[in-house]
């Protein structure tokens, strides 16, 4: 069966100019895949017209007749946009028409929406966000990143849990090592909540490698890394503005004099190099976990090249059958703890 | 009256080999400043022996006998290390021979006997953790960096008072731009702590600009960045991370090939003025703020010109009068206060 991904092509900064060549560009390296492009067909067919014959042939276009807004509230959205590019993209999800769906539009409102229509799965409480960022040794999977702000340490159990089930279907890594976010000054090493996530996390079966400081993210001190969605998200944002105010200054500093300039120029393909190992758009495309569906959810600015890395998400999260292992993980921990409970 | 800064010359990875050239360095930029070395004195004064006469003249040695190892718990440096160069060095601001101290010492010790000899500021419940960091702009004063983990709304209103008053003592900035940490998620901006700070805040006759994400930290877009210790603590050494991970992705580039080394050797003088930029050892030395009394953290690891900044620091806080303007400040709003309940 091939996977078929439903993708909200009214959604983020730029609409059906970036999602519908980000679609064929993913088809292109996906031959096995298909895509429903879900909006106004109107405006997603013309777009199709060039697209080589084998592309064309894996797109559906699903019309759709609303859009949500980028700043739309969220209840309003669930409430009066039954038939906006997100809803009919996440019900071809719930109907299983699709395996996995992908939108770059308004985060709060594809979240309700998601929850919604595809429901939790059994056994976890909220969903998370998961995101992937670059590491010294490769990359980390990092949950939640802002869809809770109050978090108990049932909670970032689960996350341990999703996280890690997400990092084994993508990573096809057995045992992923799974981190705890903390600090670690000396005498106050974190809150309550962190100590009793620790104790959790350890009698989990998951791979608990124990604590990891802010720093041991980028270190690749874990291959998942548990928080909060408020330090998560403050930690993700922190970095992006550091990232960028080192690119604006870097580029200063080339451009700076003709000699700097021409440093620049002989120094371009490095730098260019750089660049790539970095380049976030390579990153783009957070998981919403904790659903009985896939639903991804792309940077409203993102460009045919990160959208199309969103969409890859979606696929590989589906291909792997992440839902399958979250599901056969919380089964297995749920009869060990009646086991224990027992044998008490 | 020349300022004094007492200086613990046994603390930090690398001792008075470290310490005491920094002092030297910094007596050199301060013409008028004065310092007190404190520690072995059979090890401090073979170190002065080569100094100028006019450097040597301007520091005094104070023997002490003992020392706090940086892995020492706090609760024991302080009942059992009376006489070690660090709790000497508080015992010289608590006594007035000098105006403020610093030490690369054992974090949770410096603040556990700062705290016990030193005192509170009336009006202040907690002391915080201030840092310097640089922005697009400039740079920012963001606390609490790891002090208190767990913060009520009206912690967050005091280390507010407390950073503004450092930027206007340090900075010569009338009405620094006061921000909270916060998050951006559309649905849910904040958790309740954060959600009361904002308004105690507002009312706080600060000029707080309120909420600040992660990226607003280095875009300049507060002049203080108020947060709870634990968030402070993450972002502070994600960032960390992230500019260890890109300094050394950075060199792997160049170091490829003989093809870009050479290319790294024409744009060298271009990286050393972006790395001078944003050299963090330039922002070293955290003050730890809300005591009768200035203390400064220097990282453990910093070498002589890390070390030199922190001295400045605590030299710069000491002469532009920094305790004066945080009691004065909170005097204000007591009064103020007092004022607003009696005309209710």
């Not at 669930?78 to 071809?92: C, E, F, H, T």
């Not at 308004?106 to 909220?126: E, H, Q, Y």
């Not at 590491?135 to 689960?158: F, I, K, S, W, Y």
């Not at 993700?236 to 604006?248: D, V």
Request: with cysteine; proline share 4%.
């Amino acid at each position: 069966m091939p996977y078929i991904i439903a993708i909200d092509c009214m959604g983020g900064d730029h609409g059906p100019s970036v999602t519908v060549p980000a679609a064929l560009a993913f088809l292109r390296r996906h031959p096995a895949a298909r895509v429903i492009l879900v909006g106004q067909a109107g405006l997603l067919e013309p777009l199709l017209a060039d697209a080589a014959a084998d592309l064309a042939a894996r797109c559906a276009v699903r019309h759709a007749s609303q859009v949500v807004a980028m700043d739309e509230a969220p209840a309003l959205a669930l409430r009066n946009k039954k038939d906006s590019s997100m809803r009919v993209a996440i019900d071809l999800v719930k109907a299983g028409e699709a395996q996995a769906c992908v939108s770059a539009g308004n985060t709060g409102a594809l979240m309700a929406i998601s929850r919604f229509v595809l429901k939790m799965l059994p056994g976890i409480d909220r969903p998370a966000i998961c995101t992937v960022l670059p590491t010294m040794t490769g990359h980390v999977h990092m949950l939640d990143l802002g869809a809770n702000v109050d978090c108990e340490p049932e909670h970032l159990r689960q996350f341990g849990i999703m996280g890690a089930m997400l990092a084994a279907a993508v990573d096809h890594a057995e045992r992923p090592r799974v981190g705890l976010l903390n600090i670690g000054e000396e005498d106050i090493k974190g809150n309550e909540v962190v100590k009793e996530a620790a104790e959790l996390l350890k009698a989990s079966g998951l791979n608990f490698v124990g604590n990891v400081e802010g720093d041991g993210i980028y270190k690749g001190d874990a291959d998942v890394v548990v928080c909060d969605g408020f330090v998560g998200n403050v930690a993700l944002k922190t970095s992006e503005g550091l990232a960028q105010m080192l690119a604006t200054f870097l580029k200063q500093e080339f451009g700076r004099s003709p000699w700097t300039r021409l440093a620049g120029l002989v120094a371009l393909p490095v730098l260019k190099r750089f660049k790539a190992r970095v380049d976030h758009r390579a990153y783009n495309g957070a998981s919403l976990l904790g659903l009985r569906g896939i639903s991804v959810k792309s940077h409203g600015s993102a460009d045919a090249y990160a959208f199309e890395q969103a969409i890859g998400r979606a696929y590989e999260a589906a291909s792997n059958g992440l839902l399958e292992r979250i599901a056969a993980k919380l089964a297995e921990l749920q009869t060990q703890q009646r086991v224990e409970k027992e044998s008490v």
